[in-house]
């Protein structure tokens, strides 16, 4: 079945950049998101990505997909503390249903 | 104005209770799911209705039961409440223009006592 993996922690210092691994199973995937999730609040999505692009920017996020790797990345230049936060990663393969990682706990340090 | 709602946002029950979660969307979406989220943050689908038909039934127990009364309300009703039940449960919604874009409530904070 689908499955999507990302590693449960991420650290780094404030102002350095962040880097969000993620690879996922279903070859049909048409759709690849980043969602954030503060302490206590729902998910946001941050951003996606069609399965027919290989990179895409928003200001200090940077989305990798590799395709044939089934490997996302999300970069996240000049980390602030604001970005502490639990990131999942998903993928949909039909509008109706998407699969979520386990997400990855980003923890900033001063 | 909050485009996904539930209510309430903390329920604390004791165990064999019967109890209810609303939803309501002000996105004019047509496409509302139901996610479960364990203590250790894994988010599953449980039920998915588009335009008050269900569409997605994953493997949830039937004391579970899915109620939408029209397009922009899914609410979740849960029977004879157990201890595994406790997680935060969330409510999203998709539509036009973009179907493949979730978008989630604050979710609710399920405690069984």
């Known amino acids: 079945g689908e499955d999507v993996e990302q590693s449960l922690f991420l650290s780094v210092r404030e102002g350095d950049s962040s880097v969000i691994n993620c690879t996922y199973t279903?070859?049909?995937?048409?759709?690849l998101y980043w969602y954030k999730q503060e302490p206590g609040a729902g998910l946001q999505l941050l951003t996606y990505?069609?399965?027919?692009?290989d990179m895409k920017q928003d200001q200090r996020l940077t989305v990798l997909l590799n395709k044939k790797d089934k490997h996302l990345s999300l970069r996240i230049a000049d980390t602030q503390t604001g970005d502490s936060a639990i990131y999942f990663c998903a993928e949909s393969s039909s509008a109706s249903k998407i699969i979520f990682g386990s997400g990855t706990r980003l923890s900033i340090r001063p | 104005d909050t485009a996904v709602s539930q209510t309430p946002k903390y329920l604390v029950t004791q165990m064999g209770n019967d109890k209810s979660i609303k939803c309501e969307q002000n996105?004019?979406?047509?496409?509302m799911y139901w996610y479960k989220q364990d203590s250790k943050k894994f988010l599953k689908i449980m039920f998915s209705?588009?335009?008050?038909?269900?569409?997605i039934n994953e493997t949830v127990p039937n004391r579970f039961s899915p109620k939408s009364p029209d397009k922009a309300h899914l609410n979740l009703h849960i029977n004879s409440l157990e201890l595994g039940d406790s997680a935060v449960y969330f409510c999203a919604s998709s539509g036009l223009p973009a179907k493949n874009i979730q978008y989630f409530g604050a979710g609710t904070r399920l405690s069984v006592l």
């Open positions: 209705y588009n335009n008050k038909e269900l569409i």
């Open positions: 990505i069609f399965s027919n692009m």
């Open positions: 996105l004019g979406h047509d496409t």
């Open positions: 279903d070859s049909s995937s048409t759709y």
